[in-house]
C-alpha cells in the first residue's frame, strides 16, 4: 500500500520540463529611480526575519555605497538585524513580530561581512547571514538603460532585494533545480519502525536524542528527534492491537511523551505531574494501552519544554491502519456544475505523511525546508491518500494547485460529509487527511500559502512540495 514514497528524481524531472518551460517569461522593469540618484543616495536592502531565519541568507550588496537595510520581522518572537563591520555590530533595536525597521550602514569596503540576530542564542539557532559588498557587477552598482533605450533587467537592480533580476531569476530557478534533482541530504524522517512483539504485545522502542539536523542541503541545525530523525519513525498499529512504548530520554533534559489524539487510559496521558513524572536524562518512559481508535492519523510528540522540544523536532506520526483491507474513503468527483458525485470507495494507490513544522527548525515539511522537501510521486489515475498534521505553533494554510482535494477525515476521524477544497487550514495539532484523484499530468506545486513561510526575493524556501502526476 505504502508505494513510491521516495520519488526517482529522473522521473521527475521529466514532468518538470513543463513547469520550467513557463518560467522563462521576461521579467520586465526593476531598478528606475535608484540608480538615478546621487551617488551618495543609500541603497535600499530588503531583509525577512522569521523564527529562525534571515532571508536571504547570501545577501548581495553594492560596495562604496552606503545602505539602508529594510528589515521586516515576520517570526513571532522579538529579533534584531546586525552586521558586523570591523569589529563592531551596526544593529537595530529588537524589532517586534510583524514590524519593519530600518538600519543605517555606512559604505562597506569590498569584502564579506557576518549578519546576525543578536538576541543571545539566536544565532545559534540559524539567524545568521552573510554581506557580501562588490564593486563593478555588483548589485546597483551598473546602469539599468541599454543603447537601444530598453531596461535590461539583467543587470538593474530590482528595488526589493538588492539583487538584479537575473540574480532573483536564476536563485529560484536554481532551487527548483536543486528541487527536482532530489536527495538534498542524506537523512529522512518518518520511516516506519517495525515493532517486536512480547507475548502479543507489539512494542515500539525509541530513542530521544538531540542531533544536528540537515534541513536542507549543507545546512544542519540543532534538533532535538526521536531515534535521530525528524518526524520520528512512523508507528502503524491497528484497532485492537497491544501496544507497549519504551522511550529512552538520552537529552540534557527532561522529557515526557504524549500519545496526541489517541485514547488512552488517563496515567498513559503523558503530561508531566498531572499523569505522570518526565523522565530525567538517561531515564526510560513505558507506555502500554490497547489501541481502540478508529484507522486515522495521531500523533506522538513531547509534552515537556515543548516550544522548544517540539519546535525542535520531536514529533512523529501513530497511523491507526484500518483492521481489515484498505482505507474505506468514498471517491468524490465533481459534476459540471461544481456538485459532488459519490463514487465507490477509492483504491489507494498511494500513501504520504506530510507533517508542518515552524520554530527552530524554520519552515519545514517532513523536517526538511524546500528544495530538500520530497515530492509527492503519483501515476495518473492513482488515488493519493495524504495524512497532514501540524505540529508547529503558526496556521499553516495548505494549498494544491491544479486541483481539489477531498477531505476525508480531520483528527482521525471520517467525515461524515468528506468536501473538496484545494486550500486547509491546518492548525497546531489538527490533523487531516485528503484525497486526491490524480488525473492531471505535471508537477503541482503543493505549499503552505502563507507567503513568508514559502518564498521570498532569491526564490522559494521552507514549506514547498509538489504533486508530481506521471
Ligand atoms: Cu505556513
Known amino acids: 500500500m505504502r508505494t513510491r514514497r521516495i520519488a526517482t528524481a529522473v522521473a521527475v524531472i521529466g514532468v518538470l520540463a513543463v513547469m520550467t518551460a513557463c518560467s ?28 529562525f531565519q534571515i532571508m536571504p541568507n547570501e545577501i548581495q550588496v553594492p560596495a562604496d555605497t552606503p545602505l539602508s537595510f529594510s528589515v521586516m520581522n515576520h517570526g513571532p518572537s522579538q529579533h534584531t538585524f546586525g552586521i ?42 540559524g539567524m545568521k547571514a552573510t554581506v557580501t559588498a562588490s564593486s563593478g557587477a555588483g548589485p546597483a552598482a551598473s546602469g539599468g538603460t541599454s543603447t537601444d533605450g530598453s531596461t535590461d533587467a539583467a543587470t538593474t537592480t530590482a528595488a526589493s532585494s538588492g539583487m538584479t533580476a537575473q540574480q532573483m531569476a536564476d536563485m529560484h530557478e536554481q532551487g527548483v533545480k536543486d528541487f527536482l534533482a532530489g536527495n538534498q541530504t542524506d537523512s529522512v524522517g518518518g520511516q516506519v519502525l517495525k515493532p ?30 526521536f531515534n535521530g530523525t525528524v518526524p520520528g519513525p512512523e508507528i502503524q498499529v491497528r484497532q485492537g492491537d497491544r501496544v507497549r512504548f519504551v522511550f529512552r530520554n538520552l537529552m540534557d533534559q527532561p522529557t515526557i511523551v504524549h500519545f496526541h489524539g489517541m485514547t488512552v487510559p488517563n496515567a498513559m496521558d503523558g503530561v508531566p505531574f498531572v499523569t ?53 474513503y468514498p471517491s468524490y468527483t465533481l459534476d459540471p456544475m461544481g456538485y459532488l458525485q459519490e463514487g465507490p470507495p477509492a483504491t489507494i494507490d498511494d500513501e504520504y505523511t506530510m507533517f508542518l513544522g515552524d520554530g527552530p527548525l524554520g519552515y519545514v515539511i517532513n523536517g526538511k525546508s524546500f528544495p530538500a522537501t520530497t515530492p509527492l510521486v503519483a501515476k495518473r489515475g492513482d488515488w493519493v491518500l495524504i495524512h497532514l498534521a501540524n505540529d508547529g505553533s503558526m496556521l499553516h494554510p495548505m494549498h494544491l494547485h491544479g486541483y481539489h482535494f477531498e477531505v476525508v477525515a480531520q483528527d482521525g476521524f471520517p467525515l461524515d460529509q468528506p468536501y473538496m477544497a484545494d486550500t486547509l487550514v491546518i492548525a497546531p495539532g489538527q490533523r487531516f487527511d485528503v484525497l486526491v484523484h490524480a488525473v492531471y499530468p505535471g508537477a503541482w506545486a503543493f505549499h503552505c500559502h502563507i507567503l513568508p513561510h514559502v518564498e521570498g526575493p532569491d526564490g522559494m524556501y521552507g514549506m514547498v512540495t509538489a504533486l508530481v502526476v506521471q
Open 24 to 51: 522563462s517569461s521576461s521579467a520586465g522593469g526593476g531598478g528606475g529611480a535608484g540608480e538615478q540618484a546621487a551617488e551618495a543616495a543609500p541603497t535600499t536592502v530588503e531583509v525577512m526575519l522569521s523564527d
Open 84 to 125: 558586523v563591520v570591523n569589529g563592531s555590530t551596526i544593529e537595530t533595536d529588537p524589532i517586534d513580530a510583524n514590524a519593519t525597521v530600518d538600519l543605517a550602514v555606512p559604505a562597506l569596503a569590498a569584502g564579506t561581512y557576518q549578519a546576525l540576530c543578536t538576541i543571545p542564542g539566536h544565532d545559534a539557532l
Open 196 to 225: 517486536t512483539i512480547d507475548h502479543g504485545v507489539k512494542v515500539f522502542s525509541l530513542t530521544i536524542e538531540q542531533v544536528q539536523w540537515e534541513v536542507s542541503s549543507g545546512v544542519f541545525k540543532p534538533a532535538m528527534a
Open 276 to 328: 505522570a513524572k518526565p523522565a530525567m536524562p538517561g531515564h526510560y518512559l513505558t507506555y502500554e494501552f490497547t489501541v481502540v481508535d478508529p484507522p486515522g492519523m495521531y500523533v506522538y510528540h513531547s509534552h515537556f519544554n515543548s516550544t522548544e522540544q517540539v519546535g525542535s523536532g520531536l514529533y512523529g506520526a501513530v497511523i491507526v491502519l484500518p483492521k481489515t483491507g484498505s482505507w474505506k
